[in-house]
């Protein structure tokens, strides 16, 4: 809650340093317990941890969304497959773009897999809430 109140502030406009007077304002009332000295270098470090958990959550749909076009695809290949098999040159055309398009979601799926963080892996250096590293 905090993180996103931090990037809401940041979008609007409001420098680190005004995020920082503001969030400590707020801690009180919203039961927020914040780092002692909480200050810009706090803010930066919730804007940056507060992107890439957005980011690992964009991760995981882009993969949902790819994993299920893959199993779609397979699924129409499948129906064009035994006249494919049989010569049907529509069939074959059929199942030649079929089989590009899975190669190309499958590469896609693997670029997202191989972004930074997407993964699940630590992005944010082992540093501990609150602390600045």
Do not use: F
């Amino acid at each position: 809650m905090r993180r996103e109140l931090v990037h809401r502030l940041r979008v609007e406009g409001a420098t680190y340093s005004e995020i920082a007077e503001r969030v400590r304002g707020w801690a009180g009332s919203r039961g927020w317990e914040l780092p002692k000295g909480y200050d810009r270098r706090h803010v930066h470090l919730d804007l940056q941890r507060y992107l890439e958990q957005k980011g690992r959550m964009h991760g995981r749909q882009v993969r949902l969304q790819i994993a299920i076009n893959v199993e779609w695809y397979g699924l129409l290949l499948k129906q064009v497959w035994p006249g494919a098999m049989r010569g049907n040159a529509r069939s074959i055309d059929q199942a030649r773009k079929l089989i590009k398009e899975i190669s190309e979601l499958e590469r896609m799926g693997h670029a997202v897999e191989g972004e930074a963080g997407i993964d699940g892996g630590d992005i944010g250096g082992g540093e501990e809430e609150g602390e600045i590293g």
